[in-house]
Nanobody
Framework: VQLQASGGGLVRAGGSLRLSCAAS????????MGWHRQAPGKQRESVAT???????NYADSLKGRFTISRDNAKNTVYLQMNSLKPEDTGVYYC??????????????WGQGTQVTVSS
C-alpha cells in the first residue's frame, strides 16, 4: 500500500492550495483518512480527519479555512486550504487507516508535500 501526496507549493498569504493524496495497492477498504502537518522546529500536528462515512474533524484553529473531503471511488483524500497564512507553512502529510484483509488494518503515511506561504 502506498499513499502519494501532491499539490503543495509556494503561495502568497491569502491564497489557496488544494492537496491530494491517493492510496494505491492491495486495499480492501479505507477506514479513515487525514492530513497532518509539521512546521519547522515544531511537532507534527493533526489538521483534519475524515471517516469513510464522511464525518470530518478539524483542528480548532483551522476551522473555516480548511476543508477535507474524500473520493472513495478513487481512494483519494483532499485538503482545500483557503486564506493561507505564513504560519500554515510546513510539510503536510496524509495518512489512512487501511484494511488489506478482513482481519488486518494498519496506518499508512504519505511522503509529505511542502507548503510554503509567503507574507
Amino acid at each position: 500500500v502506498q499513499l502519494q501526496a501532491s499539490g503543495g507549493g509556494l503561495v502568497r498569504a491569502g491564497g489557496s492550495l488544494r492537496l491530494s493524496c491517493a492510496a494505491s495497492g492491495s486495499i480492501l477498504s479505507i477506514i479513515g483518512m487525514g492530513w497532518h502537518r509539521q512546521a519547522p522546529g515544531k511537532q507534527r500536528e493533526s489538521v483534519a480527519t475524515i471517516t469513510s462515512g464522511g464525518r470530518t474533524n478539524y483542528a480548532d484553529s483551522l476551522k473555516g479555512r480548511f476543508t477535507i473531503s474524500r473520493d472513495n471511488a478513487k481512494n483519494t483524500v483532499y485538503l482545500q486550504m483557503n486564506s493561507l497564512k505564513p504560519e500554515d507553512t510546513g510539510v503536510y502529510y496524509c495518512n489512512a487507516d487501511i484494511a488489506t484483509t478482513p482481519w488486518e488494518h494498519a496506518d499508512y503515511w504519505g511522503q509529505g508535500t511542502q507548503v510554503t506561504v509567503s507574507s
